[in-house]
């Protein structure tokens, strides 16, 4: 045998051997050619040189990862009424949820519906006032809150995100003016995240939750790299291979062949219609959709020509005040829409209303907010998407009404208050206790959800019926109701349920006012409480203050650790099926909402637009009360 060294030679020659054998010879085919090595030199951002890695930046903003389809959301919380348990499941059409579950504290709700991802590219400059960057900041987040109540999910990228795609190192090299430069990042940063929707942060929907344009975004299918005509470089829409195509096109431009000679005219193309990635492109490369009635876009052109007091403040000494009064403009016109789509106003549903006056103040408080006029630098303005609409004044505000069921119509929206069957039975029966003989002997059962229905359905359906019809009323029409339970004492998510922020600031007289001398702002007073409902008399506030109390020994009742309390309120829930099975189909839909909510603030809080970044201060850090 040959000595080890001489068999390790023989091993490794024959595996040479082998490789020629079965893949042949490298090929000159294989090899670059002078012409090609001479072009990739005079044109350096021809070739695609793959993934280089970014210089690491700690301090930097991070980028956002590819969305993930597999990624599950919570589905329990704990609250001041013990921990809330639910399940997802498609049998969530059942009366009672513990015949599938087989528990009865998880409630069995609707599969979350997904929500398709809109990007926006926000790139802040590094030198600039912090009033300014919250000022921007504000406006990025009225953009996240009105797409995410449309169902959305709204993402904002930046150059970290264009940073991670195999072009940047090409486009980087190029001499680019700034503008064509920040619309080329906003291309490649979308491409980044595989394609989808891309919004300008001033394009903002507009319309009802069934809008067509709305509608198609929702599905997700879009079969070529489209925009929007009349919306210039407002939204892009398109599926990763439509979008990556499009950038190859741009790579391969006949004017960025020579960029010395060009630069003129490449620079002009970010002034057009479109953009300057469209206008380098062939116009037969991207199509135009022309059904976008649904979606506002705040452009400068638009600001410049139909909000001249907005205009006039975008101003370099008075950029952040210009930029808050866009903020006010675009929120004014969200809740002006919202109006409008409700043209009988809103309908507060008050079942038993002789003794639930202080049940339904938090529903009435809600109610007034959005019935108020929203403040505005310009009350008399419309959005972009709808020049001819009617603007909100003291004269025509929308209407406030009480009614002891449901009204069952889309011209309304309903806000409902859905009572724990311990806490209605207190409040109607006028009894600061309960206890097991006087269920049996005097209460009625499931009270609350028969009073509820029996306009909308009327008499002679069970209670399994009726308990279906409510959940189809919560979960399945959430863009014309709001229903939440009578525990629930925080209402922080509300703006992001509207997608606009509800009025905190009223006229002190009856006529729009400012809220000083220097400000811009009109705001409306607030609107009066509405009216009883008929064949019911108000009652006095000795009356009032014992139902308050009533309701407030009901509260600690049902989240009392004492066994006998417990086994009474135990003993009330099993008396009233349905109402019981009512209210914890509310207070679980209204968690998961919350906590989906909070998930995703959660993990976008460190980017811009946030929360945190627009008002120094995150709003998730109550307790939950559900």
């Known amino acids: 045998m040959p000595p080890p060294r001489f068999q390790a030679l023989l091993l490794v020659a024959l595996v040479a051997i082998l490789t020629l054998a079965l893949n042949g010879p490298p090929s000159t085919a294989d090899l670059p050619t002078y012409e090609s090595v001479a072009e990739a030199v005079k044109n350096p951002h021809l070739p695609d040189v793959g993934?280089?890695?970014?210089?690491?930046?700690?301090?930097?903003?991070?980028?956002?990862?590819?969305?993930?389809?597999?990624?599950?959301?919570?589905?329990?919380?704990?609250?001041?009424y013990g921990k809330l348990a639910w399940l997802t499941d498609f049998k969530w059409r059942n009366p009672f949820s513990s015949s599938i579950t087989l528990d009865e504290n998880t409630a069995l709700l609707p599969p979350l519906r997904e929500r398709p991802p809109i990007y926006t590219y926000y790139n802040a400059r590094k030198k600039q006032a912090k009033e300014v960057a919250e000022a921007e900041n504000r406006l990025v987040l009225a953009w996240r809150r009105a797409w995410w109540a449309q169902g959305f999910r709204p993402v904002v990228l930046s150059r970290k995100e264009a940073e991670h795609h195999p072009h940047y190192q090409l486009f980087q090299r190029m001499e680019l003016d700034s503008k064509v430069e920040v619309d080329m990042m906003r291309w490649l940063a979308w491409a980044n995240m595989r394609g989808g929707i891309l919004a300008n942060s001033l394009a903002l929907p507009m319309a009802e939750y069934e809008n067509p344009m709305l509608a198609f975004l929702r599905r997700q299918e879009y079969p070529q790299l489209s925009r929007v005509e009349g919306l210039d470089s407002g939204i892009f829409f398109g599926d990763q291979a439509a979008v990556e195509g499009a950038l190859k096109k741009l790579v391969n431009c006949p004017l960025l062949k020579n960029m010395t000679a060009n630069k003129d005219k490449i620079a002009a193309t970010a002034a057009k219609d479109g953009g300057a990635v469209v206008n380098l492109l062939a116009p037969a490369d991207i199509a135009k959709d022309t059904n976008a009635n649904g979606i506002a876009y705040y452009s400068t052109a638009v600001i410049t020509s139909s909000y001249k007091t907005v205009a006039d403040t975008l101003t370099n000494t008075t950029q952040a005040e210009g930029l808050d009064l866009l903020s006010s403009l675009v929120n004014s016109h969200l809740h002006l829409t919202f109006q409008e789509l409700h043209p009988e106003g809103l309908a507060i549903a008050q079942p038993l209303p002789e003794h639930t006056t202080s049940l339904i103040e938090p529903s009435i408080d809600i109610a007034r907010n959005l019935t108020q006029c929203p403040a505005s630098p310009m009350p008399k303005s419309c959005p972009p998407n709808r020049p001819k609409c009617v603007p909100c004044s003291t004269k025509n505000s929308p209407k406030l009404q009480l009614f002891p069921e449901f009204v069952n119509t889309t011209k309304f929206f309903t806000v409902g208050t859905v009572p724990h069957p311990y806490t209605i039975n207190s409040l109607h029966y006028t009894r600061n206790n309960l206890d097991v003989s006087f269920l049996r002997n005097n209460a009625k059962r499931d009270l609350w959800l028969n009073t509820l229905t029996q306009k909308s359905i009327g008499t002679g359906h069970s209670e399994s019926y009726r308990l279906l019809q409510f959940k189809e009323l919560?979960?399945?029409?959430?863009?014309?109701?709001?229903?939440?339970?009578?525990?629930?004492?925080?209402?922080?998510?509300?703006?992001?349920?509207?997608?606009?922020?509800?009025?905190?600031?009223?006229?002190?007289?009856?006529?729009?006012?400012?809220?000083?001398?220097?400000?811009?702002?009109?705001?409306?007073?607030?609107?009066?409480?509405?009216?009883?409902?008929k064949g019911i008399e108000v009652p006095d506030s000795i009356w009032t203050e014992k139902e308050k109390g009533r309701l407030n020994k009901a509260r600690d009742a049902i989240k009392s650790k004492d066994r006998f309390t417990q086994g009474i309120v135990d003993a009330v829930e099993q008396w009233n099926l349905a109402d019981t099975e009512a209210w914890k189909f509310a207070r679980a839909y209204s968690a998961r909402r919350r906590v989906e909510r909070k998930k995703w603030e959660e993990e976008e809080g460190k980017y811009a637009g946030s929360e945190k970044k627009a008002s120094g201060k995150g709003r998730w850090t109550d307790r939950f009360v559900l």
């Open 51 to 80: 993934s280089l890695p970014a210089v690491p930046n700690p301090f930097g903003p991070a980028a956002h990862k590819p969305p993930n389809p597999a990624a599950q959301p919570n589905s329990t919380v704990a609250s001041a």
């Open 474 to 533: 919560v979960a399945a029409n959430p863009a014309h109701s709001l229903w939440l339970t009578a525990e629930r004492t925080s209402k922080d998510d509300l703006d992001w349920i509207f997608g606009f922020e509800l009025p905190t600031a009223a006229s002190k007289t009856r006529e729009p006012t400012s809220p000083s001398e220097k400000s811009e702002l009109i705001v409306f007073p607030r609107p009066a409480f509405p009216e009883p409902v």
